[in-house]
Each structure stands twice: as structure tokens, then as C-alpha cells.
């Protein structure tokens, strides 16, 4: 079974993640469920703006895929490239030409999970996990978060079915839909027989 977070532990373990650059990677990866492969190939050409979308490239299968583009993201990024201003790649490694490291960012998620309290193994791919599982439990189909994972088969996307908290609270007990009068321990109300203080509340 994926590991899953919820948006409570995201939302503390990027408030845990002070380093802008980690920070912003972690929120790429979770606003769009990419790989990580995917994000740390992200070029700053892969951004439109104007569409809102991202143009997901070195995606699993050789199969290129469009994604949303939040509007929370684009801040951040716009806040992070005035920072970094990266040319071409948007995270890049010790070069302007080297892809980002899986180990940087991987120590940075484990401090980040240390101070959140977050008892989970976390790891960038928990982000992906997360992003299906949330918007599933939101009511997206299935199809549809299949076609943003960029799945191949929409059988993988079905193992979130099992990840989904279910609403257990909303679910009615037969037993509320019993006539009150049909329940073994019904007792009618008693006569008071004009006596005042049997009115009153206990």
C-alpha cells in the first residue's frame, strides 16, 4: 500500500522546509504528482503561463503529458526564480546544466518530516501517493487522475481506492431508521396526572 499524507502533515512538512529551493521543488512535486525525474528535468520553456499548464517531458513510457498549473505554485515559482534565476533548467543541480540531486532533496524531506512530527516514511514519491489520494477523496474520477498521473494503465490508478479514507462518520446505522415506538425498549411517557413538578426537565 502507498504512503499516503495527509493535508495537515503537507501542509506542516513544507512549513518545516525552510531552504526556498527544497521547499519549492517539494510543492512542484506535490501540485502536479510528478516523478521526480519529472520535476528535476522541468525547464523553465515547460511553464505557460498563460494556459496555466506544465508540460510534463522524461515522463515515464517516453509519453510527454499536460498538467494544471496552480496558481499557488506559479507565485511561488515566480518568487523562487527571482532568488535563483535559473536559465533553462528550473532546478538546477550544482550546475546550470546538471539536474537536481535525488539525495539533496531526499535528506531535505526526511529533516522536514523530523520537525513536522511526522511518524511516516517520507519520501518525494509519498507527494505523488498524496496528490492522487486527495483528490480522490474529493471526488475526482478515476479517469481523470489516471490521465494526470500520466498511468499507462487505468488499472495502476485503482490501488488508490484503497488508500482513500473513507467517510465512516457520514454513514447512517440502520438502527436510525427505526420507528422509535418498534424498539424493544420503547416506554411510552408516563401519565403525570396533573402533577406540575413530573413537567419539569431532570
Same mark, same amino acid.
Not at 5 to 19: F, G, W
Not at 25 to 31: D, G, P
Not at 121 to 148: F, N, P, Q
Given at each position: 500500500?502507498?504512503?499516503? $499524507? /495527509? ?24 501540485? #502536479? #504528482? ?10 523553465? #520553456?515547460?511553464?505557460? /503561463? ?32 527571482? @532568488?535563483?534565476? &535559473?536559465?533553462?533548467?528550473?532546478? &538546477? ?13 531526499? @535528506? ?10 511526522? @511518524? ?6 509519498? $507527494? ?18 489516471? @490521465? ?25 446505522? +440502520?438502527?436510525?431508521? $427505526? &420507528?422509535?415506538?418498534? $424498539? &424493544?425498549?420503547?416506554?411510552? +411517557? ?13
Amino acid at each position: 500500500m502507498p504512503i499516503v $499524507l /495527509s493535508r495537515h502533515e503537507i501542509d506542516k512538512l513544507l512549513q518545516c522546509t525552510p531552504n526556498l529551493k527544497h521547499r519549492t521543488f517539494l510543492m512542484t512535486l506535490y501540485s #502536479a #504528482a510528478l516523478r521526480f525525474s519529472e520535476a528535476a528535468h522541468l525547464r523553465i #520553456a515547460d511553464l505557460d /503561463s498563460d494556459r496555466m499548464m506544465i508540460h510534463v517531458r522524461h515522463a515515464k513510457g517516453a509519453k510527454d503529458r499536460l498538467v494544471p498549473l496552480s496558481p499557488r505554485l506559479l507565485t511561488e515559482l515566480r518568487v523562487y526564480w527571482k @532568488k535563483y534565476r &535559473p536559465a533553462d533548467l528550473l532546478f &538546477p543541480g550544482n550546475s546550470a546544466t546538471k539536474t537536481y540531486a535525488d539525495t539533496s532533496i531526499q @535528506k531535505a524531506m526526511k529533516r522536514s518530516a523530523e520537525k513536522a512530527g511526522i @511518524k511516516k516514511r517520507v519520501y518525494t514519491h509519498v $507527494l505523488r501517493h498524496s496528490y492522487a489520494t486527495g483528490l480522490l477523496e474529493a471526488g475526482v474520477d478515476l479517469l481523470t487522475i489516471s @490521465k494526470l498521473l500520466g498511468h499507462a494503465s487505468f488499472v495502476t490508478t485503482m490501488i488508490y481506492l484503497h488508500c482513500r479514507r473513507e467517510h465512516l462518520h457520514s454513514v447512517p446505522s +440502520p438502527l436510525d431508521w $427505526l &420507528p422509535v415506538k418498534q $424498539l &424493544p425498549t420503547y416506554q411510552p +411517557p408516563q401519565e403525570n396526572n396533573g402533577n406540575p413538578e413530573t413537567n419539569s426537565p431532570s
